[in-house]
């Protein structure tokens, strides 16, 4: 079937003003309320916009919108703090300087490893990058947004396929690259490895209960 169409924000006389990237309008049939043909696009601004308001203009027909047009960057960038004292000891600097989305980081207990999710037109991306050497590896492609963290010693990594709620699977694969291996089918969302990198804490459920599951093993126990 047809997509939803966003929250509706607004009247504009019959036909309903909303916000999906750009402004839109779609037409509503007074007699029964149904709607009535497709939408049509009432901006083309590079920029999100959101929160559509609209008031006439004085003259019959015509409306004037305001709204928001916000534009996001997201970047890694690192912050260097004491961790006795909590106190910031410098200034916080970008990681990567490309123009790309980076999400989800997680780095190696000695600081010398990081693990991202890149996205990119072609889709998502597991990357390991050596902070010292700046050099990088893609250890997993996917067409959806995948969720992953690396192990203490900088070794493994573990990652879900997709980061829905229903999703449940677990795999490791070597930071160096190679062959991932199924961990679990019925675990949850990853959240973090144990210090000791012998077990992953996941969420799973509503309401949400965090669980482990043993990398050796592959048992799991309720936290």
């Given amino acids: 079937g047809a997509s939803p169409l966003p929250q509706p924000a607004d009247w504009l006389g019959d036909y309903v003003l909303f916000a999906s990237g750009n402004l839109w309008r779609i037409r509503i049939s007074p007699a029964d309320r149904k709607v009535v043909g497709k939408p049509e696009q009432l901006t083309t601004g590079s920029g999100n916009e959101e929160m559509p308001r609209a008031i006439l203009s004085g003259e019959e027909g015509r409306w004037r919108i305001v709204f928001a047009s916000t534009r996001s960057s997201i ?31 997680s780095f190696s207990a000695d ?3 990081l693990v991202y999710v890149l996205r990119t037109l072609d889709g998502y991306s597991v990357r390991t990058r050596i902070l010292s050497a700046g050099t ?20 493994t990594v573990a ?3 997709s980061v829905t709620e229903k999703e449940s699977v677990i795999h490791l694969i070597p ?3 190679g062959e991932a291996r199924k961990l679990c089918d019925t675990c949850g969302l990853i959240y973090d490895w144990a210090p000791d990198g012998n ?7 509503q309401p949400v209960r965090f669980s482990t599951v043993d990398v050796a093993s592959g048992r799991q126990e309720l936290i």
């Fill in 75 to 105: 970047d890694l960038w690192s912050l260097p703090i004491d961790l006795i004292t909590a106190r910031l000891l410098g200034e916080p600097g970008r990681l990567i300087r490309e123009a790309a989305p980076r999400t989800t980081p």
């Fill in 111 to 113: 600081g010398g490893l």
């Fill in 136 to 155: 990088e590896r893609t250890l997993v492609q996917s067409p959806v947004d995948v969720r992953a963290r690396i192990s203490p010693d900088g070794s």
């Fill in 159 to 161: 990652y879900n396929p």
């Fill in 175 to 177: 930071s160096s690259g």
């Fill in 199 to 205: 077990k992953i804490v996941y969420r799973s459920g």
